[in-house]
């Protein structure tokens, strides 16, 4: 690897996370982020080295300018969305998607 651009490990988690069997190193991405988070990979056709992770605001530009579906945005722990349920009374979880869904609760409020 040429030059002196090393990734961003400062941080507690990654934010961008690139398949490579999709990455062309195309760069669209590093030209959609509004914060310069990347810069090109030096040795062409590789995912480009994210540089300043902790400066990401999630907004997803570069997500939507890969014409290969090749980057995938990683939210920290503390805004990621709960897909998860579960019933207190059997211990059985639920998830969002599920396809045999949960049945409605039919129980009525306490104090009714």
Do not use: Y
Request: negative net charge; contains cysteine.
């Amino acid at each position: 690897m040429s030059g002196f651009s090393m990734p961003s490990f400062s941080g507690p988690c990654r934010v961008l996370k690139f398949d490579a069997d999709k990455c062309v190193g195309c760069n669209l991405c590093v030209d959609a982020c509004p914060l310069d988070v990347m810069i090109p990979n030096p040795e062409p056709g590789l995912e480009p080295i994210v540089v300043f992770a902790e400066e990401c605001w999630f907004c997803g530009g570069c997500v939507q300018e890969c014409p290969h579906g090749a980057i995938t945005l990683i939210f920290p722990a503390k805004q990621r969305i709960s897909t998860i349920f579960k019933r207190k009374d059997t211990g059985e979880e639920f998830r969002i998607g599920q396809k045999k869904p949960m049945p409605p609760n039919i129980v009525p409020p306490s104090g009714e």
